[in-house]
């Protein structure tokens, strides 16, 4: 887009208006910027990054068709598992979103979120991975499908993202299980 060039009684107007001023001296003094007392969450060493990711292999790859509906019961585990969390009758206590993330970062997240689950005894989990170009969607079956944890996972419902999620159901210890059996039971 062209401007045209401004008018000589503008500028002489302006020239006249400005007339007499200076520029103006920086004198503020830069800010000093506090150190906070509360200390830092401690940097993850590169061999707990790699313990976590030790049952995420790239070469494994079970589900290479990611378009339909994708359903996963461990061996040995109850077959209406998936079931269940496809009705929605479990609902997810905690909620991963992986958009906008690259493989190895959504993999160490993931990792991530199955030791939070451990740690907080935490048995139903949703990880959101989007649709785009499917290379989370193919990639997140197959890494949990190697984790030990992982006793379930169905396409999540509507209302947790249809085919841009799964629902998780993870291995907890006996006593959490038992509680999670008589509030499923109601």
Known sequence: MQTSPPDPDDLALFRDFVAGTRPLEQDKIA???KRSKQKRPAATSNSSTAEKLFFFSDEFEVFAETQGTLSYVQNGDD???AGRLRRGELEPQVVLDLHGMTAQQ???ELAGLLNYCEQQQLNCACVVHGKGLGILARKVPNWLIQHPNVRAFHTAPRSWG????????LKINQSTEQQFRELTRR
Do not use: E, S
Request: aromatic share 0%.
């Open 106 to 108: 959504a993999k160490t």
């Open 79 to 81: 077959p209406h598992l």
């Open 31 to 33: 800010p000093v910027v």
């Open 162 to 169: 249809k085919h841009g999620a799964l629902l998780l159901l």
